[in-house]
């Protein structure tokens, strides 16, 4: 697989303003390179620094710079067309916030390259009381007494679970799932919500997304795991609007939905959640900031759900709702 390095760089005031219009898009991962960054990194007092590496002293003086990595088929080149036209438009607007240069600098990877750059950063880590999530290319030397070992490979940008809005769904998942329920991961990316439902006791999970690569991924993932197509189906699609793929879906069958993308999409989406859950099924959602959390709440409320809980890491956001 070959992929696209697109690197935009501006100012440590506009990294906000472009994570938040790429976010819109549906690209939810990012890489940041700001020098403030670094400083606070460097100046934190819980640390004892005796030396640190070259090329993070070049670090202080970096320009800013976001990064996304977009696969080299027609998905991805839509969406670098999406880039282009969001930074033009930034260009053009009579911004009293200095955005900087807003150039984009491309650059091409292949799989192995992505893998050479950032696969010696991901260790394994605890997600939750019961989960470990260890990257298959990696040993895990501890105890796993009363823990459930989750290998995963997530490929490019398709996410780890290392994020706060994973966390936030895997511990309610842990909290809610009783064995035997079926699950729906709307927007299932490396399939690692899916994944730990059914290592928690899951009779079977559906994942959907609008990503091609995001589908194989998850289903390479579910098998490291040895889950296979009995226990873990996926489908390519935007469920919002297609039919075709509501029907194969499946109405009335889901005791729980798992989605974890951003309040905008989980707003827009939200209408087809009471098609496909049980009655009383559970929704569990995240990516929510938090001062979008009370649109999400009257959203969910105006549907028919009975909010049950929700939960907050920094300034994100995971809600809990049962329909009624």
């Known amino acids: 697989m070959k992929w696209t390095e697109v690197s935009i760089y501006t100012t440590t005031n506009g990294l906000e303003i472009l994570n938040g219009a790429l976010l819109q898009l549906g690209i939810n991962d990012a ?5 403030s960054v670094f400083e606070d990194f460097l100046n934190d007092k819980t640390m004892n620094w005796d030396y640190y590496d070259e090329e993070l ?26 880039v282009y036209k969001i930074v033009n438009d930034l260009k053009m607007e009579n911004n009293e916030i200095d955005l900087g240069r807003l150039e984009i600098v491309l650059k091409n990877l292949n799989d192995e390259d992505w893998a ?12 939750s009381d019961k989960i470990i999530i260890k990257p298959s290319w990696e040993e895990y030397t ?13 490929g490019m940008s398709f996410g780890t679970g290392q994020h706060h809005t994973t966390k936030l769904v895997i511990e309610q998942i842990e909290k809610h799932l009783t064995k035997d329920m079926e699950v729906l991961d709307m927007g299932c990316g490396s399939g690692i919500l899916s994944i730990a439902a059914i290592l928690l006791g899951a009779k079977s999970c559906v994942g959907i997304d609008i990503d091609e690569n995001a589908t194989h991924i998850a289903k390479e993932n579910a098998e490291l795991n040895n889950i296979f197509e009995d226990r873990f ?7 919002t609007d297609d039919e075709v793929l509501q029907n194969k879906v499946g ?19 939200s209408h087809t959640f009471p098609k496909f859950l049980k009655k009383n099924g559970l929704v569990i959602a995240s990516g929510i900031i938090e001062k979008y959390k009370q649109d999400v709440l009257d959203n969910f409320i105006g549907l028919g759900f009975e909010i049950l809980e929700t939960n907050q890491k920094e300034d994100w956001v995971s809600i809990t709702a049962k329909l009624k």
């Open 31 to 35: 890489v940041i390179e700001d020098a």
């Open 57 to 82: 002293e070049k670090m202080k003086d970096c320009e800013s710079c976001i990064k996304i990595y977009l696969a080299d088929n027609n998905q991805g080149k839509g969406l670098l067309e999406d």
């Open 116 to 127: 050479n750059n950032w696969k010696k950063y991901f260790k394994p880590f605890t997600v």
């Open 142 to 154: 501890e105890s796993t007494e009363g823990k459930i070992i989750l290998e995963i490979d997530p």
């Open 233 to 239: 189906t996926v489908y390519c699609g935007n469920v």
């Open 251 to 269: 109405y009335g069958k889901y005791d729980m939905i798992a989605v974890n993308i951003i309040a905008d999409i989980i707003i827009g989406m």
